[in-house]
């Protein structure tokens, strides 16, 4: 069978601040997509949330893109939002930038990741596993430096050295500028790596949109690499991606994509998503409670069984104490970065800042600015 994965998550409100989404609105996400797999829509799903933002992983054979299954994301999504209006919760329906999406929703506000293979556990796939990575508060391209790291450098994954994987992966880097559709390169690691770092380096504006096996042409890694502020035209919330990535056999074990997360590295988002600030591995269903207002991601592993059903349980990565260190190292590298408050690199540049209203301070402020006479090259002539 050809079987999509489907990943959409979206902000649809929170309680106490922007902290997490309420137990009711949770359980009427839950309830939906239980009877979206009773009446054969989708095969399986799982329902989790990532500091506000909620996220529907999905399987079913419709296709990337399809019709359905995004219409019912987006009413699910809905529902959850008229909840968080009864309930007078912060930001609800953030994420649902337009009124109704006719089609699709990419491009309408939620984060969406999608990849579609050849489901028949035989070779070169017997086993089927895979991971969903889920950030909140954070920007577009945080998966950038970490899925460069685990499918194109082996002294993060060793895997890269074996028969399977020694070719290499083909990088599709999206520029998230472009907004008049997808604007895509691709590029093959190794012999490409050092113009996919070029364009990597660069978190706001280029995002790794999949990552292709280059023995098996196997599509291994889907991103939501979008910019919500080229979609509303202004910010209303940091872009928070989603990514899947299947592991294990022809690509890499779990611990090699998961290892370069063990740097804490520093993404733009955080408090009123403009700074940058490390990035923090949480379990699934945490709260953003600390100080700050870290970037947080979590990652959820399952297996597949031959008609297309989540294992009877699913693996919280970074449950685990091993990423104790790795928190306390982003929080350290956080009261680090914030000790120097607002200056310089501590807050993301002038077009980056996701509240329009820094940029408005400036602007006024920019009104009344005066060249001094006396300073004039003319003047002194
Ligand atoms: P197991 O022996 O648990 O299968 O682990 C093998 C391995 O290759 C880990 O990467
Ligand atoms: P959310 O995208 O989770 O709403 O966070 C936005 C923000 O401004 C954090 O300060
Ligand atoms: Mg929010
Ligand atoms: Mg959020
Ligand atoms: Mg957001
Ligand atoms: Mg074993």
């Known amino acids: 069978m050809r079987l999509t994965l489907s990943v959409i998550k979206a902000d649809v409100g929170s309680i106490g601040g922007h902290t997490k989404p309420s137990s009711r609105m949770m359980a009427t996400v839950d309830r939906e997509v239980g009877k979206a797999i009773a009446n054969g829509l989708l095969i399986d799903g799982f329902v989790c949330h990532t500091g506000d933002d909620i996220a529907i992983i999905m399987t079913h054979t419709w296709g990337e893109g399809d019709v359905e299954v995004h219409q019912f994301a987006w009413k699910t999504f809905l529902a959850a939002t008229s909840i968080a209006k009864t309930s007078g919760l912060y930001g609800a329906g953030q994420d649902l930038l337009v009124d109704a999406p006719s089609g699709n929703v990419r491009g309408a506000g939620p984060a969406v990741a999608e990849l579609s293979f050849d489901h028949s556990l035989s070779s070169p796939r017997p086993a089927e596993s895979f991971m969903v990575f889920a950030a909140d508060k954070c920007g577009p391209g945080a998966y950038n430096l970490p899925l460069y790291l685990a499918f194109a450098d082996p002294m993060y994954c060793a895997g890269l050295m074996l028969p399977p994987m020694i070719k290499g992966f083909r990088f599709h880097v999206i520029d998230m500028d472009h907004t008049a559709g997808d604007s895509v390169i691709e590029l093959d690691a190794p012999a490409d790596s050092y113009h996919i770092a070029a364009l990597l380096r660069d978190n706001e504006r280029f995002g790794i949109d999949r990552i292709v096996s280059r023995t098996h042409n196997e599509v291994v890694a889907a991103v939501s690499a979008q910019r919500l502020h080229s979609i509303a035209g202004k910010y209303t ?11 294990q056999g022809i690509f890499p074990a779990p611990e090699e994509i998961v290892s370069p997360f063990a740097k804490a590295h520093f993404v733009g988002g955080d408090a009123r998503g403009s700074h940058v600030m490390p990035l923090m591995p949480v379990p699934l269903n945490t709260a953003v409670t600390g100080m700050y207002c870290l970037p947080i991601v979590s990652c959820t592993g399952f297996s597949i069984d031959k008609d297309g059903r989540f294992s009877e349980s699913f693996t919280d990565f970074f449950d685990n104490p091993a990423w104790d260190e790795v928190r306390r190292l982003a929080q350290r590298k956080a009261i680090e970065m914030r000790s120097q408050g607002w200056s310089g690199a501590a807050m993301l540049p002038y077009s980056e800042l996701e509240y329009g209203g820094f940029r408005d301070t400036v ?19």
């Open 237 to 247: 919330g940091k872009d928070d991606p989603v990514a899947i990535v299947r592991n």
């Open 363 to 381: 602007s006024s402020l920019l009104e009344r600015f005066q060249v001094r006479e006396e300073r004039r090259p003319e003047a002194a002539e």
